[in-house]
């Protein structure tokens, strides 16, 4: 770890922390967003809500206890708080003991549910995040029928996941599965880039050299991929009125780890048969990135330096741009301003 914050997750930002089905009404669990540690629960009403996941009596994980008429119960001591954080009572204090435990409170982070996924807010103060001076939480912009969720946890840095999205170059040595890229043949890619809100976009364009899993939606698809901080890849193909959106995450887990989420959404119906199919298929790319991130990333324990070289990494120094221009803005409390400009990029992939 290291104390500079180009180095670190951004902390002023969304983050996801699993899907909507994993948490039903009376339910908790405790999630990290890097080190710290949130215990998340959804009231009977559906509500969801956020906590510091530590009662501030001695420090237990409330998310080891139980919700119990709309109350978190430490199972410590049994000190109750309400969802807001705030202490509702405290079992053992006798009759005249009038300690004012209404003053004790839980930092509460801000929760969000978009698209099936839960989102939680980095900063433990909502009052002082402006919700427009974070990158929106993503959403899926059709009706879709289908929905695969697939989480990982990889031993690899924040920053050495997300490069993973904007990386062209890795997909011909890691991803080299039959069914994502028939063709062994290097061939110069021409892409075309503009700046969107908080990063940027590969323009809409025809995949002519259409992969195998392209196929299956019948008719040539246009893609379009935008990557935004902190750290979100979205995909999203169109054919005719067939839809796909393959939504890719990365969330800051403690001591250097990060969780790779993919949420894949689709309003072809067909394609909800292929479920069985296509899970194992994600796992197995999702597996392919976990895996070289993770030897990867003991080379850059050993030296945490990086020699980005060419068009091919054009983005991976975006992503640093981007990032050091939301660190500035917050630091000067000014507004981030989009460091980039429109480009073409061509590589061999
Ligand atoms: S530690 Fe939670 S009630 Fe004592
Ligand atoms: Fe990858």
């Known amino acids: 770890m290291t104390g500079d914050p180009i180095r670190r997750a951004l902390d002023d930002v969304w983050?996801?922390?699993?899907?909507?089905?994993?948490?039903r009404p009376g339910a908790m669990r405790s999630v990290s967003l890097g080190?710290?540690?949130?215990?998340?629960?959804?009231?009977?009403?559906?509500?969801?809500?956020?906590l510091r996941d530590r009662c501030p009596h001695r420090g237990m994980a409330l998310s080891a206890g139980r919700l119990v008429d709309g109350?978190?119960?430490?199972p410590f001591h049994g000190w109750q708080f309400r969802p807001d954080g705030v202490c509702a009572a405290i079992p053992a204090l006798a009759r005249r003991d009038d300690a004012n435990f209404a003053s004790v409170r839980l930092a509460r982070f801000a929760v969000a549910e978009k698209?099936?996924?839960?989102?939680?807010?980095?900063?433990?103060?909502?009052?002082?995040?402006?919700?427009?001076?974070?990158?929106?939480?993503?959403?899926v912009e059709f009706d879709y029928c289908g929905q695969l969720v697939e989480i990982l946890e990889v031993e690899a840095s924040f920053d050495l996941v997300a490069l993973s999205f904007v990386d062209p170059a890795h997909v011909a040595y890691v991803h080299d599965s039959w069914w994502w890229r028939p063709s062994k043949t290097m061939k110069e890619k021409v892409k075309q880039f503009?700046?969107?809100?908080?990063?940027?976009?590969?323009?809409?364009?025809?995949?002519?050299?259409?992969?195998?899993?392209?196929?299956?939606?019948?008719?040539i698809p246009e893609v379009e991929i935008e990557f935004r901080l902190p750290g979100v890849r979205l995909e999203r193909i169109t054919a005719g009125e067939k839809r796909l959106a393959n939504y890719t995450f990365a969330s800051p887990l403690p001591n250097?780890?990060?969780?790779?989420?993919?949420?894949?959404?689709?309003?072809?119906?067909?394609?909800?048969?292929?479920?069985?199919?296509?899970r194992p298929l994600m796992r197995q790319f999702l597996g392919q990135d976990r895996d070289v991130l993770q030897i990867a990333q003991r080379g850059l324990d050993r030296k945490p330096a990086m020699v980005l070289m060419g068009e091919s990494d054009v983005q991976s120094q975006w992503y640093?741009?981007?990032?050091?221009?939301?660190?500035?803005?917050?630091e000067a409390g000014t507004a981030f301003v989009n460091p980039l400009e429109p480009r073409e990029l061509r590589w061999r992939s």
Do not use: Q
């Open 15 to 23: 983050y996801c922390v699993g899907e909507s089905r994993s948490l």
């Open 71 to 74: 109350h978190l119960v430490c």
């Open 194 to 219: 503009a700046p969107s809100p908080f990063g940027f976009t590969m323009t809409s364009h025809t995949a002519k050299t259409a992969s195998f899993a392209y196929r299956l939606l019948g008719s």
């Open 320 to 330: 640093f741009s981007l990032k050091r221009e939301f660190l500035r803005a917050r």
């Open 256 to 278: 250097g780890r990060t969780a790779l989420i993919n949420a894949m959404y689709w309003n072809i119906s067909g394609l909800t048969l292929l479920k069985p199919i296509a």
């Open 35 to 50: 080190e710290e540690a949130v215990v998340i629960g959804r009231e009977a009403s559906g509500a969801l809500f956020a």
């Open 115 to 139: 698209s099936g996924l839960i989102w939680v807010h980095a900063s433990a103060n909502p009052a002082s995040a402006d919700p427009e001076a974070a990158p929106p939480i993503p959403e």
